[in-house]
């Protein structure tokens, strides 16, 4: 069965400091996909990052960057100088890749980051 | 472009008795998904429609819940009657379609809260 965890129920930071969100997943698929989404106060959950099980290349995007390793089945997020803007709920998600299932998402419980000025 | 649009943002019922709330995608959408998010927990899917089709309600409790997508564009989803554990968010979400390029890559409506006193 697919599993994702994310062990961190709560992270606080002060303003400019790194913070890493980790994540495990579990699949018997050799076939899949990873994903981070933000849930901010207001509610709604926006997608920052999809990766296929076939590229374990890290990625940048600003402050944002990610470590996806097979042999610890981890893809953590890390928040490169941190802002008060970044305070929200971050999920970790997993889906298959056949077809029509890559909105069956498996989400984590969630790590609530506040970051304080 | 507008988001995925949900209404009631807010509704407060008593056990066994019933609810439906109402979500219009992002134009141009095929595929539409309900999601469940008890406090705490990361969202579950409920069911996932392909236009008008149901792609997966694998995990839709069918004794008291539906749903539907008329015309392949509006959706509803029903509880009836509810219980005391249906409190949640009900989240609505949209994507081009459930596979391709942008698996995975769902647009999030704000959500449905649900009080089941």
């Known amino acids: 069965a697919q599993k994702v965890t994310q062990a961190q129920t709560e992270i606080s930071v002060v303003e400019k400091e790194d913070v890493t969100l980790d994540c495990v997943y579990e699949t018997r698929d050799t076939t899949y996909y990873l994903f981070w989404y933000k849930q901010p106060p207001s509610g709604e959950l926006v997608f920052l990052i999809r990766r296929n099980s076939f590229d374990e290349q890290n990625e940048i995007s600003g402050r944002y960057s990610w470590n996806f390793q097979k042999s610890t089945s981890s893809f953590n997020f890390t928040i490169t100088a941190s802002q008060v803007v970044d305070s929200a709920v971050y999920f970790c998600?997993?889906?298959?890749?056949?077809?029509?299932?890559?909105?069956?998402?498996?989400f984590g419980q969630g790590t609530e980051l506040s970051v304080k000025p | 472009e507008a988001g995925v649009a949900q209404s009631p943002r807010y509704k407060i019922i008593e056990k066994r008795q019933s609810v439906a709330f109402w979500c219009n995608p992002i134009s141009g959408h095929a595929t539409l998904y309900w999601y469940q998010q008890i406090l705490g927990q990361g969202p579950k899917l409920l069911i996932q429609?392909?236009?008008?089709?149901?792609?997966?309600d694998s995990q839709l409790p069918k004794d008291r819940f539906s749903a539907e997508r008329l015309k392949g564009v509006d959706s509803t989803l029903k509880i009836q009657p509810a219980k005391l554990e249906d409190s949640a968010v009900y989240l609505c979400?949209?994507?081009?379609?459930?596979?391709?390029?942008?698996?995975?890559?769902?647009?999030f409506g704000e959500g449905s809260r649900l009080t089941v006193l």
């Open positions: 998600a997993l889906s298959e890749a056949g077809y029509n299932q890559g909105g069956k998402l498996i």
């Open positions: 429609f392909q236009n008008n089709g149901v792609v997966d």
């Open positions: 979400a949209s994507s081009l379609r459930g596979g391709g390029p942008n698996t995975g890559e769902l647009f």
